[in-house]
């Protein structure tokens, strides 16, 4: 018999694999601008596990209440920024309007 665990077995003996949410999710209460969508987001590419390795979580939807919902639809829609530059982060992330996190 072989002394080599397989990775099914592995995986079974440590229960549930993957990642959980805090890993995948970023809460903040500061003010919902194009900024601060940005330090989310680079915070959230910045996960790293107990060992200090990146998780490599790339942020694909954004969740707000429906009093910040017109914030978030001018991050994630608008071609350019009200200076006349081009908005970066147009198409950045799928938006999701819920009442649960207000």
Excluded: C, H
């Excluded at 919902?69 to 982060?89: C, F, H, M, V, Y």
């Amino acid at each position: 018999m072989s002394s080599r665990m397989t990775n099914t077995s592995r995986r079974a003996r440590q229960g549930n694999a993957g990642y959980g949410l805090w890993q995948l999710a970023f809460g903040s209460k500061a003010d919902l601008t194009a900024a601060n969508y940005a330090a989310a987001r680079a915070a959230m590419m910045d996960f790293r596990a107990d060992g200090g390795w990146v998780l490599g979580v790339r942020p694909t939807v954004l969740v707000v209440p429906p009093s910040l919902e017109d914030k978030a639809l001018r991050i994630l829609n608008t071609e350019n920024e009200s200076g006349g530059g081009t908005n970066p982060w147009k198409g950045t992330a799928e938006l999701i309007v819920s009442p649960y996190v207000a």
